[in-house]
């Protein structure tokens, strides 16, 4: 295929955002260029990506994204330009169970793809129009017609009979209130990761991470309770567990129930005991990698 093709695939970007990929595709097509949208749409074994990872592959031979470690990507985008120039969609599967022998992935296990020549960009808009009003939102292909039907309120990702839904959530945002060198790693950190980070509590929503690290329990009451009406996914404060009785003592006094109190992480973050700002704000960040993870799996 490689020489039927003369196919010269080329990564565009380094990158495995979602909303990345979608405007890449978005911006190729716009362009006059034939575009690809390939999925990971079944996992057989081990794989090292999700369900709903996607790719983006334009017709020069140009892509975006990730459907596994690596392994697959350059085969898939000369799928993929096969695809632009029929426009008739396929799936393919590569590891475990494939006729190609020469694509062995890593893991041991198998992974299959569908790819749609996409025909227009109102659906994936509409997906980025979502995610920038910080909205949960899922696309539908339907594979027994080779469409995308557009977008519908957030469903898990996965197959409902012939219908592959792909879920796509907003950035979290951090809502990051401390001071000193702890907050100013954490802050450094988390925007190397990708997270959106700010101190405004105006900005919090249930796509949000409150991180208190102060060590005054007297800050942190106004964005405590903040919280209990903008319900982020995660709340964790900075302070021993000494600290932590005194702080759930004067959350009873506000009111507080029980059950609010106790999603409250603290000590904050994955690692016991950190000393030092990196190892705390990496404690953190992976706390809240954690749990955001734990809500769409």
């Given at each position: 295929?490689?020489?039927?093709?003369?196919?010269?695939?080329?990564?565009?970007?380094?990158?495995?955002?979602?909303?990345?990929?979608?405007?890449?595709?978005?911006?190729?097509?716009?362009?006059?260029?034939?575009v690809a949208?390939?999925?990971?749409?079944?996992?057989?074994?081990?794989?090292?990506?999700?369900?709903?990872?996607?790719?983006?592959?334009?017709?020069?031979?140009?892509?975006?994204?990730?459907?596994?470690?690596?392994?697959?990507?350059?085969?898939?985008?000369?799928?993929?330009?096969?695809?632009?120039?029929?426009?008739?969609?396929?799936?393919?599967?590569?590891?475990?169970?494939?006729?190609?022998?020469?694509?062995?992935?890593?893991?041991?296990?198998?992974?299959?793809?569908?790819?749609?020549?996409?025909?227009?960009?109102?659906?994936?808009?509409?997906?980025?129009?979502?995610?920038?009003?910080?909205?949960?939102?899922?696309?539908?292909?339907?594979?027994?017609?080779?469409?995308?039907?557009?977008?519908?309120?957030?469903?898990?990702?996965?197959?409902?009979?012939?219908?592959?839904?792909?879920?796509?959530?907003?950035?979290?945002?951090?809502?990051?209130?401390?001071?000193?060198?702890?907050?100013?790693?954490?802050?450094?950190?988390?925007?190397?990761?990708?997270?959106?980070?700010?101190?405004?509590?105006?900005?919090?929503?249930?796509?949000?991470?409150?991180?208190?690290?102060?060590?005054?329990?007297?800050?942190?009451?106004?964005?405590?309770?903040?919280?209990?009406?903008?319900?982020?996914?995660?709340?964790?404060?900075?302070?021993?567990?000494?600290?932590?009785?005194?702080?759930?003592?004067l959350l009873?006094?506000?009111?507080w129930t029980?059950?609010?109190?106790?999603?409250?992480?603290?000590?904050?973050?994955?690692?016991?005991?950190?000393?030092?700002?990196?190892?705390?704000?990496?404690?953190?960040?992976?706390?809240?990698?954690?749990?955001?993870?734990?809500?769409?799996?």
């Amino acid at each position: 295929m490689l020489q039927r093709l003369k196919c010269t695939p080329k990564q565009a970007q380094l990158t495995d955002d979602p909303a990345t990929i979608l405007r890449f595709a978005v911006d190729s097509l716009e362009s006059g260029m034939g575009v690809a949208l390939v999925t990971l749409t079944d996992i057989h074994g081990g794989a090292s990506r999700a369900p709903g990872s996607q790719m983006a592959v334009r017709e020069d031979g140009q892509y975006c994204g990730y459907v596994s470690g690596g392994c697959v990507e350059s085969a898939i985008a000369c799928e993929a330009l096969e695809v632009i120039a029929t426009g008739r969609d396929k799936s393919v599967r590569y590891g475990q169970g494939s006729p190609w022998f020469d694509i062995v992935l890593p893991c041991g296990g198998g992974i299959t793809l569908t790819i749609h020549a996409l025909r227009s960009c109102a659906p994936l808009r509409d997906i980025l129009g979502s995610l920038a009003r910080r909205e949960s939102v899922s696309l539908i292909y339907n594979s027994s017609i080779g469409q995308l039907e557009g977008i519908a309120s957030h469903q898990h990702t996965g197959w409902v009979e012939e219908k592959f839904a792909i879920a796509y959530h907003p950035i979290v945002r951090l809502i990051l209130s401390g001071h000193h060198i702890e907050a100013e790693m954490t802050r450094q950190l988390a925007s190397t990761a990708g997270y959106e980070v700010t101190d405004d509590p105006a900005l919090m929503d249930t796509h949000s991470a409150l991180i208190l690290l102060w060590h005054d329990l007297d800050r942190e009451r106004y964005l405590l309770a903040q919280s209990r009406i903008s319900h982020p996914f995660y709340i964790g404060a900075l302070g021993s567990e000494r600290t932590h009785q005194r702080r759930k003592a004067l959350l009873r006094e506000c009111g507080w129930t029980e059950t609010e109190i106790a999603a409250i992480a603290a000590p904050i973050g994955l690692i016991p005991k950190a000393r030092d700002s990196r190892t705390l704000a990496l404690s953190v960040l992976a706390d809240v990698a954690h749990a955001r993870q734990g809500l769409h799996l």
